[in-house]
């Protein structure tokens, strides 16, 4: 079953232009994860933010994470062609000890040159 | 390469057969995690291995079947093949899921003809 769902399902944008990605989540978190995939290929870590965590920035990545609303936001900055991908977030349930993630549907970015 | 192995990349088999995917870790990491990714279920946690020992399951059906072995590779069996597995199959792991994200290792096609 799906943990988190993201908003919008594709976001089409111009090079040089910022692209906001929503996650919404339905249960206590240990962390969230953001994941980006290349069509077809496996999944790339980008960042993590713990549920104590408010913000995160990891180079033109910024994460935000309001745990009241049980929502996250992923901001790509300054986009690039390069960045045209799939991004998932993923959540790791509190409690238990297996920390599986649970992934969202996705958002798909198109970054026109 | 994210020192997440997975072989074969790509298979083509018939209704009805029996095919093994294998996955060996990063070096170090003890969990392994399948995902399924399908165009209409998304990336469906399968079955995570700790150590050697079976840790959780998720939307694992009963036809399919895995083990981690000694040396921590894993190997994902799944039998009486039908249609609707047709699906890239993902094996990750992670030294501390609840510090650090995912690695993924590139995937299995799989085609059931």
């Known amino acids: 079953s799906q943990q988190g769902e993201e908003d919008p399902q594709a976001l089409s944008i111009q090079e040089g232009e910022n692209a906001t990605m929503n996650c919404s989540y339905k249960?206590?978190?240990?962390?969230l994860q953001w994941y980006r995939q290349n069509s077809g290929r496996g999944l790339v870590h980008l960042i993590l933010i713990r549920s104590n965590e408010r913000e995160k920035h990891s180079g033109r990545l910024r994460v935000t994470l309001d745990t009241s609303k049980k929502s996250s936001s992923l901001l790509i900055t300054a986009s690039r062609a390069a960045d045209t991908a799939s991004y998932f977030c993923a959540t790791v349930n509190s409690g238990g000890s297996n920390y599986k993630l649970t992934f969202g549907k996705g958002t798909l970015l198109t970054v026109n040159p | 390469d994210s020192g997440v192995t997975q072989t074969p990349k790509h298979l083509i088999t018939a209704t009805g057969q029996r095919v093994t995917l294998r996955c060996s870790p990063r070096s170090g990491d003890l969990s392994v995690y399948w995902y399924q990714q399908s165009l209409d279920q998304g990336l469906q946690f399968l079955i995570q291995?700790?150590?050697?020992?079976?840790?959780a399951k998720g939307n694992i059906l009963e036809r399919f079947s895995a083990q981690q072995f000694p040396d921590l590779h894993s190997e994902l069996n799944l039998s009486s093949l039908e249609l609707g597995d047709s699906a890239l199959y993902f094996c990750?792991?992670?030294?501390?899921?609840?510090?650090?994200?995912?690695?993924f290792g590139s995937g299995t096609r799989l085609t059931v003809v």
């Open positions: 291995y700790y150590n050697g020992e079976e840790r």
């Open positions: 990750a792991s992670s030294p501390s899921p609840a510090n650090y994200g995912y690695t």
């Open positions: 249960t206590s978190i240990n962390n």
